[in-house]
Structures are given as structure tokens and as C-alpha cells.
């Protein structure tokens, strides 16, 4: 046993664990590498935006942890591949490969003209960028006796619903892929699949084709929804939508779901925590 097995003051086991998180310049993979330097692990910040993951990483070393970024394209095997060999070069591990990087095109098959680029590129991002983490980390953890992987999904893996079929499907892929290792890897490398909720504020929006697709997820409570999105980017929403101790609570945060991801890799190397979703009570989604 080493040093990176044991449980520090606080009763974390993250100390001296290197973890590496895929789209972790904003969004969900920031905070999931900030909150794990935080309990002591080794950050390795890797995003698309090499600007970003140096500012991340350089965040976490002003504050006291220990952080490198790395540029890198997921849907690039052999980018990926570096992203894994610098962590080890850095740190001399891969404890943790957090597959994050995502992007989500909504649209309608009618907008298929419109959407195809935007849907190939979810493909190779969401599907073959996870694949692509899985497979660069595999024999480092292999070799190690050990490693963690976890894969980012969603809540629109359940379902396939008017808007979402590209981004469902691939979504579903992550988790079958992730089921998969888990059953091929017991014993060996431990795996988390985790279906965040629509969250706002973690840009996945940004990459919408068409905006009335989202009404796929929200049904017949389209209208009041984007009530309170409206009202939340203009800083009005408030009452139980926005009080956490209550069951009507709407606006749930990116931190919050950090936080769960965070505790799931947070555990001794014998548990496994393997599924995760965690959802707003009054959320207005129907799957």
C-alpha cells in the first residue's frame, strides 16, 4: 500500500489521488477537478480550450493544490492518449480518468439539414470521447492494480424523446459502455456512470440547434419551465424554486451535481459507487 491509499485528517480518500477530467476548463469538469484538489488529489485539468485548463489548473495551485492543463481534443484518440501519458509524466498515475467532455445538439430529425454537423460532432464527443477515455486509461490502471473510471450520461439516456434523439442515443452509449467495463473490470477498475439533471449554467445549452426541442424533455410543462428560466437569468426567481429545503425546489446548481460525482470518487477502493443521478424535486422534466 502507498501513501495514496490513505485516508487523511479530514477523512478523505482523494489525498495524493491523480484524477483526470475531461472538459474540465467550465462547467461540470471544473468544479469535479476544483472540488477534488480540494480534498487533495492531483488535478489534471484537460479541455479543448487550453486557455481554460491552465486557468483552472492555475487556479487550484494558487489555492494550494497541485494541478497541471492540458490541451485536448476527446474526440482525438491519440490527443487523449497524451492527456493520459502527461498525467503519469506529472503525477506517476491515473487514479481517476472523469469523462466528461460533452456537448448537447438538440434538434429534430426535420432539422437535419441544419443539425448534421452539430449531431456528427456529438457522436464523436459524447461516444467516441468517452470510448476514448476509457481505452487511453485501461492499461495504466492495469498496471496499477487499480484505477476509477467515471462516465458522464444523463437523464436523457432513458428516453428517447422529440428533440433529443442524437443526443439521447449517444448519452445511452455512454452508459451501456460504462455497464459493460464495470461487468469486464470487477475486481480490477472501479466505474461510475452519472445522469446529471438539466442543469443551468453549465454552457450544454449553448450547443441547442433548435431551442424548442428542449419541450421533448419538459412535455406539457414547457411554458411554466421556461418561466422560470427566464426568471432565473434575469435574477427574479425566487420562493420555493429556489429553496433547497423545500419539495418545490427548480433551481439546482453545476456545484450540486460536482458534489455527488466528487463523493462517489471520494471512497475507499473497494466501493463503488455506480450510478448517480441527482435530480431538482420540483423539476419540471418528465423523464
Known sequence: ????????????????????VTGAGGGFG????????????RAVVGDIDGAAASSVAGGIVE??????????????RGQVDALVAAA?????????????????PLAFFADHADAAEAWDRCIDVNLKGTLHGICAAYDRMAAQGRGHVVNISSIYAGAG???SGVY??????VAVLSDSLRKESQGLIKVTVVRPTGVLGTGLGAGVVNPAAIAGITGAKAEPYMDKVMAALSGTLGG??????????WAIEPATIAAEVVHAIDQPWGITISDVTVRATGEDYTI
Do not use: Y
Open 88 to 104: 503519469v509524466d506529472a503525477f506517476g498515475a491515473v487514479d481517476v480518468m472523469v469523462n466528461n467532455a460533452g456537448i448537447m
Open 161 to 163: 424523446t422529440p428533440g
Open 168 to 173: 439521447s442515443a449517444t448519452k445511452a452509449a
Open 1 to 20: 500500500m502507498t501513501g495514496r491509499d490513505e485516508v487523511d485528517a479530514t477523512g478523505s480518500h482523494l489525498g495524493g489521488r491523480v484524477v483526470v
Open 30 to 41: 471544473r468544479l469535479i477537478a476544483e472540488m477534488a484538489a480540494a480534498r487533495g488529489a
Open 63 to 76: 489555492a494550494g493544490g497541485e494541478a497541471i492543463g492540458v490541451t485536448v481534443d476527446v474526440c482525438d
Open 240 to 249: 420555493a424554486a429556489t429553496d433547497e429545503d423545500d419539495p418545490g425546489f
